[in-house]
């Protein structure tokens, strides 16, 4: 069984958050950039699109996926 989708009355105002785009970014402007949300969690988008899809995910599994990535293991 898949949770249900949720409702817009759920998901977060992403209006007024202050993004942070990667120091790694290169001039082509490919770029992820970062938001907290005010209960702890991260929001992640593409640069390039900034009104487009936005990714929200638990603090502490974004840092896991990046470590994992970092050290070649690839996402699980």
């Not at 998901?11 to 082509?28: A, E, V």
């Not at 907290?36 to 899809?53: H, I, K, T």
């Amino acid at each position: 069984m898949h949770p249900a989708a949720p409702s817009p009355a759920d998901l977060p105002d992403l209006s007024c958050l202050s993004w942070r785009k990667s120091s790694r970014s290169g001039k082509n402007g490919n770029c992820v950039e970062l938001a907290w949300l005010p209960d702890g969690r991260v929001a992640v988008r593409n640069s390039r699109n900034p009104r487009g899809a936005v990714l929200i995910y638990d603090a502490y599994r974004l840092m896991s996926m990046t470590a994992r990535i970092k050290e070649g293991e690839g996402v699980r």
